[in-house]
């Protein structure tokens, strides 16, 4: 198939996606004029307050969180106050109603173009194929203090076993190694691996199924069960998810590996990693981030990070996200959900703001200098210490330098239940000059890509 003739293929069916396409300039168009026609000169100054109002509110934000005592207080009452008086000025001016549709017709015009846009990710969901054969010996671990108490209030025990699961129970108060209850599973038989419990139990244990080549199930009874979620698994109910064992289908995905421990969703590397670290935060974690925010980002404590990858090094970020395959491109940092987990790659975020300029300047998104956003299958983090904290799916881990992180491409297979909420459409990136191709505007001369 020809460049062009893909192209085609791609913007089937023609009329809607055009249609949707023309109505997203129209709604732009109509907006033009209408600030044109009732603001005329006073929409330079309209935009002109909103930017500065933006900016205001950003350089206090990071004010607010890089400074203590009085300092820390104005910022806030600055924080709040900005957006208020560019309400007040934008009244007095008689302009609010014009800035209200304004932005409602740019966010109807982003809603359509992102429509019209949809048909160029057909691929974003995971393939699936029965799980067979049925698990004879299935194992499944539960911790009965994970999200408040999930397991009990659940019954998930007794419905497992009800389902010819063994279970276990991590109990006592001593620490239980998850990983060696798993390996002494399989060495006895079992041909299954579950987990009912949060985030780091799951990749500890999946660790175990993945080096075995055997199914895993994802029970969603921990507090945020980032995982479950990016598997489109119930996280309301987490005995649905028992359902995988009964009916099922199989998906492959991937596990980042940092070092030689694996994690499902991310490590962080910086400021995160700092604040997890002290004691203080299980107990109060708003006032103890709140404490240790203005030293980490005014650099007097903790060390400075240096990341490398394919050729492109992130110098000094005080904050680095590394996750198992790419979050969405949803939001600034295209942080959000994970619709596959199967691209084999490491998704990269690196934030460094060291001043109000360069907090105000990362209205720009993704074209900020201070963000790095980037795909990898291979990442060094280096430092100037010899060991460094990192958040590994939550959980404070002190390692030593240099950290890799790589990914464990289709190394886990894991099991789902057939009938599940699954995971929304990903929204596609806002692409004007696609999107004006789509629409008409400019027909692009035979042969290019699209």
């Known amino acids: 198939m020809t460049i062009r003739s893909m192209d085609q293929a791609i913007d089937e069916p023609r009329p809607a996606r055009r249609w949707l396409a023309r109505l997203s300039f129209a709604l732009l168009g109509a907006a033009v004029v209408i600030v044109a026609v009732f603001a005329g000169l006073k929409s330079l100054a309209m935009l002109a307050v909103g930017l500065a109002g ?45 800035a209200a549709v304004l932005a409602a017709a740019w966010l109807l015009a982003s809603m359509t173009a992102r429509l019209a846009l949809a048909a160029d990710q057909p691929d974003w969901t995971m393939p699936e194929r029965p799980a067979q054969p049925p698990a004879r010996h299935p194992y499944l671990i539960m911790n009965p203090r994970s999200g408040g108490g999930k397991v009990a209030k659940f019954d998930l025990k007794r419905k497992a076993e009800a389902l010819g699961a063994e279970v276990f129970l991590i109990g006592g108060s001593q620490p239980v190694d998850v990983a060696e209850v798993a390996r002494e599973a399989v060495a006895k038989g079992a041909d299954l691996l579950g987990v009912a419990g949060g985030d780091g139990t799951q990749a500890r244990v999946a660790a175990v199924a993945a080096e075995h080549g055997l199914p895993f199930v994802v029970i969603s009874a921990g507090t945020r069960n980032h995982f479950a979620l990016d598997l489109g698994l119930d996280r309301e109910d987490p005995s649905a998810c028992l359902r995988a064992l009964t009916d099922g289908v199989e998906v492959l995905v991937d596990l980042g590996m940092i070092n030689s421990q694996v994690f499902v969703n991310n490590a962080s590397f910086g400021a995160y990693a700092e604040i997890v670290e002290t ?55 295209g942080l959000g959900r994970r619709a596959r987990l199967d691209q084999g790659l490491l998704g990269v975020v690196g934030v460094k703001v060291a ?67 699954g995971v929304p459409t990903p929204k596609p990136p806002l692409n004007w000059t696609r999107l004006r191709r789509l629409a008409g505007v400019r027909r692009e001369p035979a042969g290019l890509a699209a």
């Open 54 to 98: 933006a900016a205001v509110s950003l350089a206090a934000a990071y004010f607010f969180l890089s400074r203590r005592g009085v300092p820390r207080h104005v910022s806030f009452v600055v924080f709040v106050l900005a957006p208020v008086a560019v309400i007040v000025l934008y009244v007095f001016g008689d302009l609010l109603w014009v």
């Open 279 to 333: 004691p203080e935060y299980r107990g109060d974690k708003r006032n103890t981030t709140l404490n240790l925010l203005p030293d980490l980002l005014q650099g007097h404590r903790g060390a400075r990070l240096l990341a490398r990858a394919d050729g492109t090094q992130i110098s000094a970020p005080q904050a680095l996200l590394v996750a198992n395959n790419p979050y969405g491109t949803g939001d600034i940092a």
């Open 355 to 421: 001043s109000a300029r360069q907090a105000i300047d990362l209205l720009r998104g993704r074209h900020a200098p201070e963000l790095k956003v980037l795909t990898t299958k291979k990442i060094e983090v280096t430092a100037d210490a010899a060991r460094i904290p990192v958040g590994i799916d939550g959980e404070a881990v002190s390692m030593s330098v240099p950290v890799t992180c790589v990914i464990w491409a289709h190394a886990l297979r894991v099991w789902l239940p057939r009938d599940r909420p």
